[in-house]
């Protein structure tokens, strides 16, 4: 896949993003309302094959079988506090002298969970406004599959300029969501009150 040439119109983004939203409420054992109270560590595979399929039709996992000793891993943790995400990879020597490499995506149930009780105050993720928690998860997501995207075609992660270069022609912001996952809400919008804020790391 040619990453650089990669882009969606804000349109198209828009409408993918909610499709994905409405097919998580459908397809999900424990996700059925945008304010969940319960996600398993499936869910989150779900969602992001739920991505992989609509906007890299499939090559993220490819990618990964390709380059990884092992499946894409997925963990909620409930001891991040200080990201909603982390996109990990790591490389272990094995007994027989070689290098396996394995990438894992985090998210941070706690945090989540702690945002949407007071339906008056904004949540902003990854600099855009969320109005639950799985547009909040979605946010987190395509944040942390950025993250994946650059490891895996450059071996590092830092939300470059030259990272930025796969949505060239979007506003989108180097430490935001780019064109293919756009949200609908503009960054940097308030809305009166406090905003709760919820940031993405990546390690690798």
Same mark, same amino acid.
């Given at each position: 896949?040619?990453?650089?040439a990669?882009?969606?119109s804000?349109e198209?983004?828009a409408a993918?993003?909610l499709a ?12 059925r ?6 996600i398993?560590?499936?869910d989150?595979a779900?969602?992001f094959?739920l991505?992989?399929h609509?906007?890299f039709n ?13 499946p894409?891993l997925?963990?909620l ?7 909603? =995400?982390?996109?990990?990879?790591? !490389?272990?020597? %094995? @007994?027989? +002298? &070689?290098w396996?490499t394995h ?15 007071d339906?008056?105050r ?6 855009l406004?969320c109005?639950?928690r799985l ?8 944040h942390?599959i950025?993250h994946l ?7 590092t992660?830092?939300l470059?300029s030259?990272?930025?270069d796969?949505w060239?022609?979007s506003?989108?912001?180097?430490t =935001?969501?780019?064109?293919?996952? !756009?949200?609908? %809400? @503009?960054? +940097? &919008? ?15």
């Amino acid at each position: 896949m040619d990453l650089l040439a990669l882009h969606n119109s804000p349109e198209a983004v828009a409408a993918k993003t909610l499709a994905l939203h409405q097919a998580v409420l459908q397809g999900s054992g424990q996700i059925r309302e945008g304010n969940f109270t319960r996600i398993s560590n499936d869910d989150l595979a779900r969602l992001f094959h739920l991505y992989d399929h609509h906007f890299f039709n499939g090559w993220l996992g490819k990618a990964v079988t390709e380059k990884a000793q092992g499946p894409l891993l997925f963990r909620l943790s409930r001891t991040m506090t200080r990201a909603g =995400g982390k996109t990990i990879k790591t !490389r272990r020597l %094995t @007994a027989n +002298g &070689t290098w396996a490499t394995h990438y894992e995506i985090a998210v941070a149930s706690r945090m989540l969970f702690m945002t949407f009780n007071d339906v008056q105050r904004p949540v902003e993720v990854c600099g855009l406004i969320c109005h639950d928690r799985l547009q909040a998860l979605q946010r987190i997501m395509e944040h942390e599959i950025i993250h994946l995207v650059e490891l895996l075609a450059w071996n590092t992660s830092s939300l470059s300029s030259r990272g930025s270069d796969w949505w060239a022609g979007s506003t989108a912001s180097t430490t =935001g969501p780019p064109s293919w996952s !756009r949200a609908r %809400t @503009a960054p +940097g &919008t308030r809305m009166g009150k406090p905003t709760a804020s919820i940031t993405c790391r990546c390690r690798g």
